[in-house]
């Protein structure tokens, strides 16, 4: 199973594209924030004379085909704010109850 959340960016969404395109893995969570073809590699630079730091992507990353950019679970599983409170991870039942 890959697990993803709407926290998942960056090259946490390559990763988890890359096990899905090479494994059997079934995906369950929420959509992640970032989308797999995205700017990556910051770097940065000062402005000389008023010291802001710039940031900047140097490489764009193309790992699916567009119009497919983007990343859904095989078995969508929100999480909610009671379910932190009241101690339940749905994420981790909808595995336990997974039937192939």
């Known amino acids: 199973f890959l697990i993803t959340s709407n926290r998942t960016t960056s090259s946490a969404v390559l990763n988890a594209v890359y096990l899905k ?3 059997n893995c079934i ?3 929420e959509e992640p924030c ?3 073809n995205h700017f990556g590699e910051i770097k940065f630079f ?4 008023s010291k802001i730091a710039i940031c900047y992507p140097t490489k764009y990353f193309q790992v699916v ?7 859904k679970p095989e078995i969508p599983v ?3 704010y009671n379910d932190f409170i009241s101690g339940t991870d749905p994420v981790y039942n909808a595995i336990v109850n997974y039937n192939k």
């Open 78 to 80: 929100s999480v909610s």
């Open 46 to 49: 000062v402005l000389p004379m």
């Open 27 to 29: 995906t369950v969570g």
């Open 21 to 23: 395109q090479r494994t």
């Open 34 to 36: 970032g989308t797999p």
């Open 65 to 71: 085909n567009p119009p497919e950019n983007y990343f």
